[in-house]
T-cell receptor, first 114, second 110 residues
Framework: DGGITQSPKYLFRKEGQNVTLSCEQNLNHDAMYWYRQDPGQGLRLIYYSQIVNDFQKGDIAEGYSVSREKKESFPLTVTSAQKNPTAFYLC?????????????FGQGTRLTVV | QKEVEQNSGPLSVPEGAIASLNCTYSDRGSQSFFWYRQYSGKSPELIMFIYSNGDKEDGRFTAQLNKASQYVSLLIRDSQPSDSATYLCAVHTGRRALTFGSGTRLQVQP
């Protein structure tokens, strides 16, 4: 089945620890995105990538890092510099910047600081 | 001013009624407009998209776009309890990723 797979579904982070959220897609989409959602809030853009080996900061990139070494993969690392990481993290992909940006989402990763 | 604004609700309608959800945006250069439905604890699901002024219908859903007034709306006809969810408006503002509103929570009363 084609789609976007995020793992794990739930993740617990200790203070001062880096954690990496996985996002894999088999839709052959060029563009991939990471959003963060806090309770009762909309989605805020963390990072996006239009092509392999290239990515851009979004509105709230501080404390996060990404890589795009393969077309199908766009992992997000939440570093210890992110002071309030508890949130719902959503990965999305779209065919390209020219496809009017119909974006489709994975099932999300819920991160909690313990 | 937020780039994309929605009333947070909740918007409560009786079963079988028309639900009307509204969204305004600030960037006049915006080109593409999307409605996502998000059930509690789940990820957003694309339900409608519109690029040109006017109406676009798909089943019980109608998206309406008025670029001169900078608003986009979603009508849900014959509302069902299963339509109860948060509806997110998203706009392509010329940057390389969608910008989302904070969502409107819809409650359909049986």
């Amino acid at each position: 089945d084609g789609g976007i797979t995020q793992s794990p579904k739930y993740l617990f982070r200790k203070e001062g620890q880096n954690v990496t959220l996985s996002c894999e897609q088999n839709l052959n989409h060029d563009a991939m995105y990471w959003y963060r959602q806090d309770p009762g809030q909309g989605l805020r853009l963390i990072y996006y990538s239009q092509i392999v080996n290239d990515f851009q900061k979004g509105d709230i990139a501080e404390g996060y890092s990404v890589s795009r070494e393969k077309k199908e993969s766009f992992p997000l690392t939440v570093t210890s510099a992110q002071k309030n990481p508890t949130a719902f993290y959503l990965c999305a992909s779209s065919q390209s910047r020219y496809s009017r940006l119909k974006a489709f989402f994975g099932q999300g990763t819920r991160l909690t600081v313990v | 001013q937020k780039e994309v604004e929605q009333n947070s609700g909740p918007l409560s309608v009786p079963e079988g009624a028309i639900a009307s959800l509204n969204c305004t945006y600030s960037d006049r250069g915006s080109q593409s407009f999307f409605w996502y439905r998000q059930y509690s604890g789940k990820s957003p699901e694309l339900i409608m998209f519109i690029y040109s002024n006017g109406d676009k219908e798909d089943g019980r859903f109608t998206a309406q776009l008025n670029k001169a007034s900078q608003y986009v709306s979603l009508l849900i006809r014959d509302s069902q309890p299963s339509d109860s969810a948060t509806y997110l408006c998203a706009v392509h503002t010329g940057r390389r990723a969608l910008t989302f509103g904070s969502g409107t929570r819809l409650q359909v009363q049986p």
